[in-house]
């Protein structure tokens, strides 16, 4: 029998080879998976209403609208009707100013940072008409927190196309019973958008207004310059900000968090009551001294205390740079003591009242949402993706209801980051965190900050149908897919997202 001669080469060459076909499968594979991710061209927005069971969550793009389908353009305000507050918004680019000197270039609305002041009263008929002149793109303009029809929800590709340049749209919506603190932005490309200034204010004031005191709406924001930094700001302060305000003076700051990460908000040099959060007051707030407020991104907390002989600031808690605002008689002084302390909790202040359902309640609709994190590939590109329940947009589950449904939806974060959940056109009672009830005062939410190894359940009833957008609004996170939709049965959009068209809401 002839022996077979081992050459020296032939161990090399066969790892060689091996290493070759591993080589080759992973390319295969990546530009498989890259090629996969990509998004479809259109992805159309209405959900599977064919597969409806209780708790049933069926995916996006699974099926076309059915014949007898109600449309969400159809969902729209009050048509005709002399408004109330009649607003123009127009989108524009301009160089802007920050209080340090650093210029943004910024997409505003009015050539103003942040956007014009919306104060409306509660029932008011609003109409809002949206002009475009940015050069290149689209805009829409979306109330967060308030509960509008869904047509004049401001939702690029779920509720209308977004708004070309030269183009316009107008939106009229009657206020809800819901005075509180709201803001305003555009929901095209809306990581972008936001960033660079198309945001605002959006104040709703009871009927019968009587508070007399001062009234002082904070946008914190993160400014993009032109030098390349991001500087943190309460609107176009990035120094610190006096005011004159006369001691005795009852003074309400309300909070609104526009950036995309939380924001710990400290008060300093008297004792306050947080009154409202995200537009709802709270039962028999306390008063408080020495807490860390934590405002949820795109959430809002109001704040109340009766002005004191000495100074009052406002810090937004960051490791370096100054931003505050500081009150003061003559607007002069300096700052009190920092008086942080534990993060405040909302869980357990205030105490409780009647709530048109609780724990015990019988849901019709529970829905469970796993927030993760993992590194994959999204639209053709390799990146940090933060899934729900295993998956990202559009394969997220669509949260189908009939309308009055009473919902239960629990959260649970296993990722390391936190994640605002926010839901468009309805607002959620929070049930329990971290397994224990809430004991405080009702706590209503639009925009709920889950924090990593966190867990809420939370309700609400389907009383407004559409296709709405729940989503996270760590804005960045919403871009590579944390989104998904709550869909009531019966409802269809003839809209599309998708980079065949003119829609990336996110
Ligand atoms: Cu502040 Cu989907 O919105
Ligand atoms: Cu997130």
Request: proline share 7%; glycine share 8%; aromatic share 10%.
């Amino acid at each position: 029998m002839a022996e077979t001669r081992v050459r020296w080469w032939h161990l090399p060459l066969r790892i060689v080879i091996v290493l070759a076909v591993v080589a080759l499968c992973l390319t295969g594979w990546f530009s498989w998976s890259v090629q996969a991710s990509r998004l479809p061209d259109r992805i159309p927005m209405t959900g599977n209403m064919m597969d409806n069971m209780t708790g049933d969550m069926t995916g996006h793009n699974m099926q076309h609208s059915q014949q007898n389908d109600v449309s969400v353009t159809s969902l729209v305000g009050p048509q005709s009707g002399e408004p109330n507050e009649r607003f123009t918004l127009v989108a524009q680019e301009a160089q802007m100013r920050l209080s340090s000197g650093a210029t943004v270039n910024a997409w505003t609305f009015n050539g103003q940072l942040p956007g014009p002041e919306l104060r409306v009263h509660q029932g008011d008929l609003v109409e809002v008409k949206l002009i475009n002149k940015l050069p290149k793109e689209g805009v829409t303009l979306h109330w967060h927190g308030l509960d509008v029809p869904n047509a004049e929800d401001g939702v690029a590709g779920v509720t209308q196309n977004a708004v070309q340049p030269g183009e316009s749209f107008t939106y009229r919506f009657v206020v809800k019973n819901q005075p509180g603190t709201y803001w305003y932005h555009s929901h095209q490309a809306s990581q972008e958008a936001v960033e660079k200034g198309l945001f605002g204010a959006l104040i709703v004031l009871p009927r019968d207004d009587s508070f007399t005191g001062k009234d002082i709406p904070v946008l914190a924001h993160s400014w993009p310059t032109k030098e390349g930094s991001y500087q943190q700001a309460f609107d176009t302060f990035d120094t610190l900000k006096r005011l004159a305000v006369q001691p005795g003076t009852p003074v309400r700051l309300r909070l609104i968090n526009t950036d995309s990460l939380p924001i710990n908000f400290v008060l300093s040099g008297t004792s306050f009551k947080v009154i409202a959060i995200d537009g709802t007051d709270l039962h028999a707030p306390t008063e408080l001294t020495r807490q860390r407020l934590l405002v949820a991104a795109g959430g809002r907390y109001d704040i109340q205390f009766t002005m004191p002989d000495t100074t009052v600031s406002l810090d937004w808690l960051q490791k370096s740079s100054k931003v505050g605002l500081l009150l003061s008689r003559d607007g002069t002084g300096n700052a009190p003591a920092l008086a942080d302390g534990p993060v405040f909790n909302p869980a357990t202040y205030g105490s409780p009242q009647q709530t048109p359902f609780s724990l015990s309640s019988h849901f019709d609709k529970e829905f469970s949402l796993v927030l993760d994190d993992m590194y994959g590939f999204y639209d053709g590109k390799m990146a940090s993706l933060w899934p729900i329940n295993g998956k990202v947009f559009p394969n997220t589950p669509m949260l189908m209801v009939h309308e009055g449904d009473l919902v239960k939806v629990s959260f649970v974060n296993r990722s390391w980051m936190d994640h605002p959940m926010h839901l468009h056109g309805h607002h959620m009672l929070v049930l329990s965190y971290n397994g224990r009830p809430v004991t405080g005062s009702p706590w209503w939410v639009d925009t709920l900050n889950v924090a990593p190894g966190e867990s809420y359940e939370v309700a609400f009833r389907a009383d407004n149908p559409g296709i709405w957008m729940d989503h996270c609004h760590n804005l960045n996170h919403a871009a590579a897919g944390m989104i998904l939709h709550l869909a009531y049965e019966g409802v269809s959009s003839p809209f599309e997202v998708g980079p065949g068209t003119v829609n990336q809401p996110e």
